[in-house]
């Protein structure tokens, strides 16, 4: 508590004692026969000085007090303090106030993490039960395949396939929320990433008849192994999505110094200039028609997240009409650094 | 004949995955009853377990450590939870191998039988060998035999080949094999499926195995 933040708060005791000052100096002045010796009255001047500051120098440290003892009863969440410690009426008053609202606080807040947690563990489990049925369904059409026409098989997988896609995008939304939790970096090759995110995706490229190409050496990045393999998944989800009939995609892997660069590139239209600054913003889809998939401009928006989280750089560039590319990048310093201080 | 034990409890995918095992040759059981998993698994005595980890009464993890009492068994765990903690887990209790749902049948398949080579070709030389016709395939060795005549192939022809020969004549799709290779982490696009396909004709005419690999315009491909 500052002097100044002291006088407002005390104002209006020194205008009464200023004005008290002001109407006795005026009787002194005004009144010619008053009789008091001049030695007398500086007397009586410095007296009363040196009580008005006595008084504030008591009164300022008193104030200061109550003011420090009241902000840390309320830091301390009003635990280890009562309320009846105060010596002031007022104050006792506002800490039980204090003391009933972060209560209050504390009850609400057990409470929504209990449920967050019931939640998560019903999502969690959800999600298991959910993809029972599915694997039961991709079985029954794979043991059909040669059976059933071929655009109906395409049809059905492709539909199986974004449902699939879909769950995976609520697990990974539930799970950049408890990222703290749930993360483990560790030295990861490129080549593992980029197999493993390709994995599921092998049907879209056979049938937009789609060449494939990987390009570059095989590094290895410090990064979580399973996040960034989702968000090299969502590059190739987009790719693929973008990419027209026999169109090609091309995954390089490139080291310049510290930094290590997993690229996603595929041909076709492109991204617009004006687009190309929103494409990781949430909820965010391009005008423009696509096939294979519908967007639902939330998994490069949650791959940016991850991407934040775990220190990453994504970037997205594009010659329109021509080319997209995706890349992900990995800093060796930086990445550890980031990722201990959180 | 290598018997595999399936306890999965849902009836659909455990029926096709019996379904599949026997057309591939392999003997199956199902469990039926939950509550006492290791009395089926004690009267099949089989060579590789399927283990679901979501099961009624007890789950996966511990039917594995009751199994790896008695025996070293191969075990594969089935499930559709996917953390690492769970993978961790179900190796570090004496899992053999961890496959996630959904999973394609070629894949499971494809799993078992490095399993079943890994652990029974010191007594069996056979399971590494395949045979169609004439052609007899050692996907271990990665070579193709005809006679006196012998090839060596590349891990993606070997592959192709073996799922030909497992599917005796039928349709497979571009598809499927696409996905079989994309499985064994290597990726190939149409096109190289196509040169893949062409170099292993030519290899197989090299050594007297004419016209044996059939295409479907449009489709994909058998063995005659």
């Not at chain 1, 934040?308 to 010659?319: M, P, Q, V, W, Y």
């Amino acid at each position: 508590m500052s002097f100044i933040n002291y006088l407002k708060e005390r104002w209006i005791t020194y205008l009464f004692l200023f004005f008290a000052f002001l109407f006795a100096i005026m009787v002194y002045l005004l009144d010619s026969r008053m009789n008091i010796r001049s030695s007398n009255a500086s007397y009586i001047l410095i007296g009363w000085s040196l009580l008005l500051f006595a008084f504030v120098i008591i009164d300022f440290h008193n104030f200061r007090e109550r003011a420090k003892k009241f902000r840390e009863y309320c830091q301390l969440n009003a635990s280890s303090d009562s309320a009846e410690d105060f010596t002031y009426p007022y104050d006792i008053a506002n800490a039980a106030l204090v003391s009933e609202l972060i209560s209050g606080y504390e009850n609400y807040r057990s409470e929504t993490e209990t449920k967050a947690a019931e939640e998560m563990e019903f999502i969690t489990k959800w999600i298991h039960d959910v993809k029972v049925p599915i694997s039961a369904a991709r079985l029954i059409l794979e043991t059909q395949e040669d059976k059933l026409p071929a655009e109906f098989y395409q049809n059905m997988d492709a539909e199986i396939f974004s449902i699939e896609e879909s769950i995976m995008r609520v697990f990974y939304e539930i799970k950049t929320n408890r990222f703290f939790d749930d993360y483990k970096i560790s030295r990861v090759s490129t080549k593992k990433l980029i197999a493993q995110a390709l994995k599921g995706y092998s049907n879209f490229f056979s049938y937009k008849r789609i060449r494939i190409s990987i390009r570059g050496g095989d590094y290895e990045v410090l990064t979580d192994e399973k996040w960034s393999g989702y968000i090299l998944s969502q590059f190739i989800s987009n790719a693929v999505k973008y990419s027209p009939e026999e169109g090609s995609i091309i995954i390089a892997s490139a080291k310049d110094g510290t930094e290590t660069t997993i690229s996603v590139k595929n041909d076709g239209k492109g991204i617009s200039d004006k687009d190309i600054g929103q494409i990781f913003k949430k909820g965010y889809t391009s005008s423009e028609n696509r096939d294979g998939g519908k967007a639902t401009g939330y998994g490069l928006y949650l791959s940016k997240r991850l991407g934040d989280l775990l220190g990453h750089r994504l970037k997205a560039e594009s010659s329109y009409g021509e080319s997209a590319t995706f890349s992900l990048t990995f800093s060796e310093n930086e990445t550890l650094h980031q990722v201990t201080k959180l | 004949m290598y018997k595999i034990l399936i306890v999965e409890d849902d009836r659909i995918i455990s029926s096709i995955m019996e379904e599949h095992l026997v057309k591939w040759g392999y003997g199956t059981c199902r469990v039926q009853e939950f509550s006492d998993v290791i009395a089926e698994f004690a009267a099949f005595d089989p060579h590789v377990v399927l283990l679901d980890i979501n099961l009624p009464y007890y789950d996966g993890f511990y039917w594995c450590a009751k199994i790896r009492e008695l025996s070293n068994v191969p075990i594969v765990f089935i499930s559709s939870r996917d953390t690492d903690g769970d993978k961790i887990r179900a190796i570090t209790q004496g899992g053999d191998d961890y496959i996630e749902k959904p999973f394609s049948m070629d894949l499971l398949t494809a799993k078992i039988s490095a399993i079943l080579r890994r652990a029974y070709s010191f007594s069996d030389q056979t399971i590494n060998v395949m045979q169609h016709k004439d052609m007899v395939l050692n996907v271990e060795r990665l070579q193709v035999f005809s006679g006196d005549k012998e090839t060596e192939l590349t891990k993606n022809e070997c592959r192709i080949l073996s799922l030909l020969i497992r599917n005796q004549g039928n349709l497979v799709t571009r598809n499927r094999l696409i996905k079989a290779l994309w499985d064994d982490e290597s990726f190939v696009d149409d096109n190289t499926l196509t040169v893949n396909i062409n170099r292993l004709r030519r290899k197989l005419d090299e050594i007297g195995l004419e016209e044996y690999i059939k295409t479907i315009k449009g489709e994909g491909y058998r063995l005659t």
